[in-house]
């Protein structure tokens, strides 16, 4: 696929991009419970650092429920980051031992297994 934009034209492989996008899909549900933690550690960063740059007490808390909301959707954007590093590197990965053509079906069989992996995971905690 190519996209242009005067005067640049783009060469997408969007068999890449897919298979990326599985990969990283797959290992961010089998590993949900490290995204959260990574999302959590994000926006509790971002509170503190912002909170740094107030000199004024009461218009910081004026502010929080709006930035504390802002921050959370930012590192909920950010927590995924590494899991598309990740991705690249299963791709990577199965492309270069199996070839090209098994880099989607394995990411397909990777979000289908995590994705019921992380149902059962949820449905064994509301249990107890």
Request: aromatic letters at 12%; proline letters at 2%.
């Amino acid at each position: 696929m190519v996209i242009e934009v005067l005067p640049f034209q783009f060469k997408l492989d969007t068999a890449l991009l897919a298979g990326i996008s599985l990969w990283s899909l797959a290992l961010y549900l089998g590993f949900f419970p490290l995204s959260e933690w990574v999302m959590e550690r994000l926006a509790a960063w971002m509170n503190q650092v912002e909170q740094s740059l107030y000199t004024s007490r009461k218009e910081f808390e004026r502010t929080r429920q709006v930035r504390e909301s802002q921050n959370a959707f930012y590192a909920s954007l950010l927590s995924t980051v590494p899991f598309v590093v990740l991705g690249v590197l299963c791709n990577w990965g199965i492309a270069a031992s199996l070839g090209h053509s098994w880099t989607i079906s394995m990411g397909i069989i990777a979000c289908i297994g995590c994705g019921v992996y992380e149902l059962g995971r949820r449905d064994g905690q509301s249990v107890k």
